[in-house]
C-alpha cells in the first residue's frame, strides 16, 4: 500500500499532467473544451507563480551573489589603495623631518669654522656602564679618539674609540664625561659633567657668581676639546649648601639624547672655533 504521502504526491502529478494534457487540446480544439477554458488555468495558476516565484528568488540570490563578490573584490582594492596611500604618506613625513634635520645641519655649519663629517647613529652601547651610541663613520673617514661630537641643538659628546668604519660615542649626560662651562649670561664658569641620567651637573661654581634658572650654558673652549660657544643645557635648578664656597648648578640638556639620529663630529677642532656669545 502506497504512504498518504506518496498517494498525494502521485495524484499532483497526474491532476498537473491532465492540465497540460487539456491545455494542450483546448489550444488546438477550442471549442471541444467549451466554456471550462478557465478551470484548468485557475488550477495551474498557483503552481506557475510558485515556480515563477523561485526563479525569482534564485535569480536575486545570484545577483546578489554576484554583486557582493565584486564589492568585496572592490573593497580588497580599495584597502590596499589605503594602504599604499598611508605608506606614501608616512615616507613624506619622514623625508620632510629628515629635511628639517638637515636644514638645521647646514645652518650649523656656516655658524661654524673647522671642518665637521656627519654620520648616522645605528645603535647604542649596550654596555650598562657607559651612556654612549655607535656611528657609521671611522677612521677610515677621519674619526680618531677624543674628537668633539655635536649637532643644532649643542653638544653631543667625544669619541671614546673608533675602527676603520664605525666609532663609539661618549654621550654628555655619562658620568666619564666633562664640559668646561660658562653660563653664557653672566660668564660664571663651572664644569659640566654627565649623571648618567637625563640631567648633568654644573659643578665648581662659586657660590658669588650670579646664575639664574633658565640661564643658557655654553661650552668655554678651555678644556681644549670642545670648540668654545657651544651650547650644552638651560639651568634647570640650583643647590646652594649650607657650607663651602661652590654652589651646584642642574643643567637640563638641549639635545635630546633619546631620539639621536645624525650628528657632526668636529674633525680640526682646537678648543676655540665656535663662538656664540
Known amino acids: 500500500m502506497f504512504s498518504k504521502q506518496t498517494a498525494i504526491a502521485i495524484g499532483g502529478v497526474i491532476l498537473i499532467v491532465c492540465c497540460i494534457i487539456f491545455l494542450s487540446v483546448s489550444s488546438k480544439h477550442p471549442k471541444a473544451t467549451g466554456g471550462v477554458e478557465g478551470v484548468p ?3 495551474i495558476s498557483p503552481f506557475q507563480k510558485m515556480v515563477t516565484g523561485s526563479i525569482r528568488f534564485v535569480r536575486d540570490i545570484w545577483n546578489h551573489y554576484f554583486f557582493l563578490a565584486s564589492t568585496a573584490r572592490e573593497n580588497e582594492q580599495l584597502r590596499k589603495a589605503l594602504k599604499q596611500s598611508i605608506e606614501d604618506n608616512f ?4 623625508t620632510e623631518l629628515s629635511n628639517q634635520r638637515l636644514r638645521k645641519f647646514i645652518n650649523f655649519q656656516k ?3 673647522g671642518q665637521v663629517i656627519a654620520a648616522e647613529v645605528i645603535g647604542k652601547d649596550p654596555s650598562p656602564w657607559f651612556h654612549a651610541v655607535i656611528i657609521d663613520k671611522g677612521e677610515d673617514d677621519g674619526i680618531i679618539q677624543g674628537l668633539p661630537v655635536v649637532n643644532s641643538e649643542g653638544i653631543i659628546g667625544q669619541v671614546m674609540a673608533a675602527t676603520s668604519s664605525y666609532a663609539k660615542v661618549l654621550l654628555m649626560t655619562d658620568r666619564n664625561s666633562a664640559v668646561d662651562s660658562l653660563v653664557q649670561r653672566s660668564r660664571a664658569r663651572g664644569i659640566t659633567k654627565g649623571t648618567s641620567g637625563d640631567q648633568c651637573l654644573l659643578q665648581y ?3 658669588k657668581n650670579d646664575v639664574r634658572v633658565g640661564d643658557t650654558v655654553i ?3 678651555l678644556d681644549s676639546v670642545y670648540p668654545k660657544g657651544l ?4 639651568v634647570s635648578r640650583i643647590i646652594r649648601r649650607n ?6 648648578v642642574e643643567v637640563t640638556p638641549y639635545v635630546d639624547f633619546e631620539k639621536l639620529e645624525e650628528v657632526l663630529v668636529v674633525l680640526n677642532s682646537n678648543g676655540n672655533g665656535l663662538d656664540k656669545k
Open 41 to 43: 488555468v485557475s488550477f
Open 91 to 94: 615616507k613624506c613625513s619622514e
Open 111 to 113: 655658524t661654524k669654522t
Open 205 to 207: 661654581v662659586l657660590r
Open 219 to 221: 661650552s668655554s673652549g
Open 231 to 234: 651650547r650644552i643645557g638651560h
Open 243 to 248: 657650607a663651602g664656597i661652590f654652589q651646584d
